[in-house]
């Protein structure tokens, strides 16, 4: 959702949800400018932990960890160092425009046996204290919105280097006060939906350059779900629904050296608005009022600049990984999402260190627009292995 962070006119947010013009801050939750595609809950979109956040939020085919329940639920099939597994993540968000917006994560694993493997995980945005105040600028208070999701996921083997995932899903987004709102034309209400993903994910040893090397591959394709409504007579409107692809290759320099290469490229699989009159009447592009599924296959052919539009609607995420002895880890990546479609471009940097069955993450962000709202983001992780080898 966009929305506004001028917290001393709530007023204008509360009465006109889902709308949440941002013209105090031209951006949206997730940090992108708003002429990107619109959606609901774009929280789930974020990424939640630090190795693929400090690697330009490549995921979708890194080497599996908990965390995969995010990136890609089907790579929860080859953990295989522990029985279970829990991470938590933090990251306090949109720092450069407010003080207390914050995103955690929890995930956790259990292996049922060497082909199943189950999942589940926690999201929680906090979008920080807001002053109420009424039309006539009298303060009513405070109000805390959040939105969260919960998840559910399935991963099998099927044979040695393939498997897929099935995640379900359930999204509350509470953004309004309903009892301050009750006076409005249209009584406004928390958001709820379900969703689910659908995932698979291939793996092969090699050989290169003369040394052992692994090629992955993975696909995710995540909230598929209902739309979202703020009222009961207000619009609908669409989930995040996104299409990841990406690969990775890693590299066993020698027995303490390994070096990882991975590449992300996601889409979202919504409408895209189209070009209208004055009167609203469509002049270029095709109409989005549209159901889901029609929206999510309408969604390659559908920009009113045809084809180059759609390419400019793909992000893309290179990223690298270096890893001494299993315990140490330095980490870089790159985002690029087109200026036309949301302008988010960042390079991302990190570190990982490994204790026991203890691991820390860190990831730091460093736009490359002077004034965009995700510089200097950070995100901290810390997972735990237990009750396997």
């Known amino acids: 959702m966009k929305f506004s962070y001028r917290k001393t006119s709530l007023i204008y947010i509360v009465l006109f949800i889902p709308v949440f013009a941002a013209a105090q801050t031209g951006s949206n939750t997730n940090g992108s400018s708003t002429n990107a595609i619109p959606t609901a809950v774009p929280f789930l979109n974020i990424s939640p932990d630090s190795r693929s956040g400090a690697m330009g939020e490549a995921g979708a085919a890194l080497s599996p960890d ?119 034309s249209q009584q406004s209400k928390a958001g709820s939906a379900f969703a689910a993903d659908i995932s698979m994910y291939h793996t092969s040893s090699t050989q290169q350059f003369g040394k052992d090397a692994t090629f992955n591959y993975g696909i995710d394709i995540s909230n598929i779900g209902t739309k979202v409504s703020y009222s009961d007579v207000g619009p609908s409107y669409f989930l995040p629904t996104n299409l990841r692809i990406g690969v990775a290759n890693i590299i066993n320099i020698d027995d303490l050296n390994q070096i990882t290469f991975a590449f992300d490229i996601n889409k979202l699989l919504v409408p895209t608005p189209p070009i209208r009159d004055d009167n609203g009447n469509i002049i270029k592009g095709k109409d989005d009022n549209i159901s889901v599924p029609a929206g999510i296959f309408g969604s390659f052919s559908d920009a009113p600049g045809g084809f180059s539009e759609e390419m400019k609607e793909i992000t893309f995420s290179p990223g690298f990984e270096y890893l001494y002895d299993q315990q140490f880890a330095i980490r870089a990546g790159y985002f690029y999402e087109n200026p036309d479609k949301g302008g988010r471009q960042y390079v991302t940097m990190g570190l990982g260190l490994k204790y026991d069955i203890y691991r820390f993450d860190f990831s730091y962000l460093a736009a490359t627009q002077s004034a965009s709202p995700l510089a200097n983001t950070l995100r901290f992780t810390l997972a735990v292995n237990f009750g396997g080898k």
């Not at 160092?81 to 955690?104: F, G, Q, T």
């Not at 996921?153 to 899903?169: E, H, P, Q």
Request: no cysteine; charged share 15%; hydrophobic share 35%.
């Open 66 to 184: 908990v965390n995969a329940n995010y990136w890609n639920p089907s790579k929860l099939a080859f953990l295989d160092d522990s029985l279970n597994a829990v991470s938590l993540s933090y990251s306090p968000w949109l720092r450069h425009l407010v003080p207390d917006v914050s995103l955690s994560y929890l995930s956790f694993a259990h292996k049922l046996d060497s082909r199943n493997t189950i999942g589940a995980s926690l999201r929680y945005f906090n979008l920080g204290s807001i002053q109420l105040v009424d039309a006539n600028q009298n303060e009513q208070g405070t109000y805390r919105p959040s939105e969260f999701s919960l998840d559910v996921s399935f991963a099998r083997k099927f044979g040695n280097d393939f498997s897929l995932g099935l995640t379900g899903r359930y999204i509350h987004s509470n953004l309004s006060n309903q009892s301050f709102a009750s006076g409005a």
